[in-house]
């Protein structure tokens, strides 16, 4: 090869390292992924804009306490035709024009007051829900997101014990060679290796449709993400007193706070809608300018000939006072009065959710707490087992679907353990929303606790590595 050759090699060898480099899949974290979420996540957005339409309804609530001015102005063509008393027509072709403004102040309105009340607790009520909507879409990351690591965890299991297996399985053929077991062994090694394989093709389509549902958020292509460390701890959330919890769910939960602003607009409304048979007192001012060449506008009076310009200025006060609107003001408080109630009842609903809520995802983390303690002991019991199993085996004390029902166990072991630390994570979670406290300080948090993808399965050091 010529030194040209061998320089052009080199060089494209080089591009395709680059290439590779480029091309290879980013890395997300937790927090990655959650910053993501927030700008793309299209429920969010949804929630954002219901919230925003919502608050527009205090503006216009506030209008109708507010001044109004209105302008108008107009210009016509005039053709008219009078009859004359000696039967005789006169007609006369004219143009007129004007122009006038009116200002109206409320000045007593009870209905526009309860309404204007009724509209900033609906408010309040949008922008509680549009915050929980916030701390929803934290849980849905998470969730999401230790999916993701759950399929991934169990596809290393499942890759595992098939390696496992397969050793198991050539294991048993060797022994059959030489005589030393039946046939029936490699039969049912045989089987279980093919049950792993199974295993790990559902596995692997579990990775691909929990990464969808985290792409369903994002709305972008993940395919890598970072693991949990395995040293993270798990502590049981503090205090153990389920009446402080309870207590700072009642004060912070958004849930509840949005009914409670709920029952709040629902008891304006019914103040507003009962107010319609009370007295309205505006005041009102207006101007109005018109001018006309008509021959009835340029007339002449004794104080001189009209020039066809006239100006108009009034100022006064305006009472009204419904009587009788046909039942209709009489229906429309007994509606409201239904809807208070069932805006009662909805808020009652929520509060006793809530209390029952807080103080079943605070016996659920601590439980997980206890969960992965004693799950990490059954991997350890698992492994013992399992190597007293293979020894028994060995001296033919023990058959090979005892090695096998070991081996399964240890896996079942291992995935069980995993899963609990995702479960004691979400319900953590859970529980910090119950109570209202959910933020993305608590994805910071567990983020820092987020390590580099490892194809190889492990289990912290305490439970057997």
């Known amino acids: 090869m010529s030194r040209n050759s061998r320089r052009g090699f080199l060089l494209a060898a080089l591009a395709g390292a680059v290439l590779n480099v480029q091309a290879a899949p980013t890395q997300y974290n937790l927090l990655d992924v959650y910053n993501m979420a927030l ?16 608050q527009e309804t205090v503006n216009q609530g506030r209008s109708a306490l507010l001044p109004t001015l209105g302008l108008s102005a ?59 909507a916030r701390q929803q879409l934290i849980l849905r990351v998470a969730e999401s997101y230790f999916n993701v690591l759950r399929s991934e965890d169990s596809l290393m299991t499942a890759k595992a014990q098939e390696r496992a297996l397969k050793q198991q399985l050539d294991q048993a053929r060797e022994r059959y060679n030489v005589g030393l077991i039946a046939e029936t062994d490699v039969l049912v ?15 692997e389509n579990l990775v691909s449709v929990s990464y969808e549902g985290l792409r369903t958020i994002v709305n972008q292509d993940v395919t890598d993400i970072a693991q949990l460390e395995k040293a993270m701890p798990v502590v049981a959330p503090m205090p153990n007193n389920p009446e402080e919890w309870v207590s700072m769910a009642l004060a912070n939960n958004l849930g509840l706070k949005a009914a409670r602003e709920g029952l709040t607009a629902s ?37 001189g000939t009209l020039s066809g ?39 009652d609903q929520q509060l006793r959710g809530t209390n029952a809520n807080t103080r079943n995802l605070l016996r659920t983390a601590t439980s997980d707490v206890d ?26 004390t023990r058959n090979i679907t005892d090695v096998l029902d070991a081996q399964q166990q240890l896996y079942s072991s291992i995935s069980n353990y995993l899963n609990t630390r995702y479960d004691f994570i979400v319900n953590t979670l859970k529980l910090k929303q119950a109570v209202g406290t959910l933020s993305p300080t608590d994805l910071e948090e567990l983020n820092q606790w987020m390590t580099d993808a490892s194809d190889e399965l492990s289990v912290p050091d305490q439970c057997g590595g």
């Open 267 to 303: 008891e304006s409304k019914v103040k507003a809608s009962k107010s319609g048979h009370a007295p309205t007192v505006n005041a009102f001012a207006s101007y109005n300018y018109s001018s006309s060449n008509s021959s009835q506008a340029r007339s002449t009076i004794p104080e």
């Open 371 to 396: 969960r992965v303690h004693a799950s990490c002991q059954v991997i350890i019991s698992s492994e013992s087992a399992l190597k007293a199993t293979q020894s028994g085996y060995e001296v033919g």
């Open 74 to 132: 107009k210009t016509q063509y005039n053709k008219t035709s009078s009859e004359l008393t000696n039967g005789s027509d006169t007609d006369e072709n004219y143009n007129s024009h004007g122009w006038g403004a009116t200002l109206t102040q409320p000045l007593f309105n009870m209905n526009s007051w309860f309404n204007y009340e009724q509209a900033k607790s609906v408010g309040d009520q949008a922008t509680a829900v549009f915050a929980n």
């Open 39 to 54: 700008k793309n996540d299209a429920q969010l957005a949804a929630a954002e804009a219901s919230m925003k339409a919502v």
């Open 309 to 347: 310009d006239r100006t108009d200025t009034v100022v006064g006060v305006q009472f009204d006072l419904p009587i009788f609107a046909g039942g209709a003001i009489s229906s429309a408080s007994r509606q409201a009065g239904y809807q208070l109630e069932e805006a009662q009842k909805n808020y």
């Open 189 to 203: 090694a045989r089987a279980a290796y093919d049950n792993a394989r199974v295993a790990r093709i559902q596995a």
